[in-house]
RNA sequence: GGCUGCGUAGCAAAGUGGUUAUGCAGUGGCCUGCAAAGCCAUCUACAGCGGUUCGAUUCCGCUCGCAGCCUCCA
């Protein structure tokens, strides 16, 4: 029985689809004007093995992830870059699904974008209006009057009164409350521009999300995900805008993802203490760093170091270890399944799922030399549960042979075979000196033989 | 200032009112020509102070420390 964690309610709750067996899910992705770094990758690969362990468990799931490609931020660096917005933009998604296929992350079923999405936006900001929740501010934007709307503030468990008393921002006069929000931004010369009701303009990052939710998944859906930083005021306003324009329930369950941190700081633009996937992807594999995103649980804060991307690989090179030369038989299902299932069962805890997964390579090590059907069994059963978390689905002789991070140069794979060779002729002659000679010298470039029953086996390390 | 959340062994990271998390590292053993890998055993814990309880790392309170949100941010 699944539990996740709803910050609505600050609680794990039994998760009910509206639906028997269906489940909508729509998770706020990126604004496309610069590389993903390793705290988007995080929300991708987070929600994946959401997806993932759903579809897992049964559910026709209908997953949905938004394109931002239009806001104030890509309209200055279009300007910045002396770029036209669609050729930013378009650049800038091919390079986030580029990280994402290296990541292995499994592309959303829908991938909706705002400009795209105009009609239904602007239908969203007309039904606000009439419901006399939207108005005209002095300055011809269109504002959101969240006064107007009683549940405000229950998502991020704030209170307006409370926050007014934090000030510091400067009020945009235009506004009758400060913390009403653009529905409707008037477009200045040489700025882009949509036609409204409310003349040339583009709409304000929150509603976006609002129109396209609906639009994929109904007025009303199961999931709702993004990082933590979105709760407010972000997804606070969805749920206005929603719940304001339908009159009813928007969300069952919200999810946040924690950050990812470096010496225990938030990695964001701002503080420009980030890594983008690509520079990460230059010195680990793909699959270390997805190995090290589902080592901590989605909630917790992530730090980031090369320490933590070192111990993933190591990690890894263990189960690749004890699936390496085992033929795979799928079918069994054992108690390390009951274990795995109830691990992400409670609001997905992937550090527990992947302990079982330790477990499992445990007892696989054992049986590969005392009764090799099991083990195929058990090596079957663990790459199925690896799936579950995208991992583990390499073959195990090309990962050890790629080493743990990205090698430059190196030895070839012949000229390894070829010391393997010379080093057994050697041993066979017990010169047991030439012998550990070529093996320290290959180990001096990062080569460690093993001798195994059936010969001698190599990786990178 | 208001509101969240966190503080676990050398490092990372789960979890639990009384019983082995797990990975890496350490120690002892088995295996090996010697190693590596693997297997077995084993040492380092639950920020501090009180309270509840037969018993708390786990529940409650306080203190200290850290992070986040309150402004664009995944």
């Given amino acids: 029985m699944l ?17 028997a067996g269906k489940v909508g899910m729509y998770v706020c992705g990126m604004t496309v004007y610069d590389y993903c770094h390793i705290g988007h990758a995080r929300v991708m690969v987070v929600f994946d ?23 104030d931020k890509i309209i200055k660096r279009a300007q910045e870059n002396n770029e036209q917005i669609v050729d930013l933009t378009e650049r800038f998604i091919d390079a986030m699904h580029d990280d994402e296929r290296a990541l292995a992350v499994l592309p959303p079923d829908i991938e909706p974008r705002a400009t795209k999405s105009m009609d239904d936006i602007i239908l969203m900001i007309t039904g606000l209006f009439e419901k006399g929740l939207a108005y005209t501010g002095t300055n011809g934007d269109v504002f959101y009057a969240v006064d107007k709307f009683p549940g405000y503030g229950a998502l991020s468990g704030k209170k307006l009164d409370e926050l007014q008393a934090g000030e510091r921002v400067e009020v945009d006069q235009a506004k009758k409350n400060p913390f009403d929000f653009v529905l409707w931004k008037k477009a200045k010369v040489d ?24 639009r994929c998944l109904g007025n009303h859906f199961d999931i709702h995900g993004g ?35 470096i010496n225990e700081e938030k990695m964001s633009k701002s503080l420009g203490n980030f890594f983008t996937v690509r520079e990460v992807l230059k010195q680990y594999r793909p699959e270390v760093i997805r190995f090290f995103v589902l080592s901590s649980h989605y909630r917790s804060p992530l730090n980031y170091s090369d320490e933590q991307l070192d111990d993933a690989g190591m ?19 054992t108690r390390y399944s009951e274990r795995f299932k109830q691990a992400m069962d409670d609001d997905f805890n992937t550090p527990v799922a992947v302990a079982v997964l330790f477990d499992m390579a445990r007892e696989l090590n054992k049986e590969k030399n005392n009764n090799s059907e099991l083990a195929s069994q058990l090596a079957g059963e663990l790459k199925e549960l690896s799936s579950v978390l995208g991992i583990l689905q390499d073959d195990p002789e090309s990962f050890l042979q790629a080493g743990d991070t990205v090698q430059e140069g190196g030895l070839a794979e012949q000229e390894i075979e070829l010391f393997i060779e010379q080093r057994i002729q050697a041993k066979q002659n017990k010169d047991w000196a030439l012998a550990d000679k070529i093996r320290d010298d290959l180990k001096q470039q990062g080569i460690v033989l093993e001798d195994v029953a059936t010969g001698t086996s190599w990786r990178r390390e």
């Fill in 315 to 333: 990690a890894l090179t263990r189960l690749y270890t004890a699936l390496r030369g085992v033929a795979i038989i799928t079918g069994l299902s």
């Fill in 191 to 214: 700025e882009p521009y949509w036609n409204s009701p409310w003349g040339r303009g583009r709409p304000g990052w929150h509603i976006e999300c609002s129109a396209m939710a609906t």
């Fill in 3 to 19: 539990k996740i964690y709803n910050t609505l309610t600050r609680s794990k709750e039994i998760f009910t689809p509206r639906v």
């Fill in 49 to 71: 093995i959401a997806a993932r362990y759903l579809r897992y468990s049964g559910y026709d799931l209908t997953y949905v992830r938004n394109i931002t490609d239009i806001d």
């Fill in 227 to 261: 990082g933590m930083d979105l709760q407010f005021p972000h997804h606070e306003n969805e749920i206005a805008q929603s719940e304001g324009a339908t009159g009813g329930k928007f969300v069952n369950v919200w999810m946040h993802n924690g950050f990812v941190r």
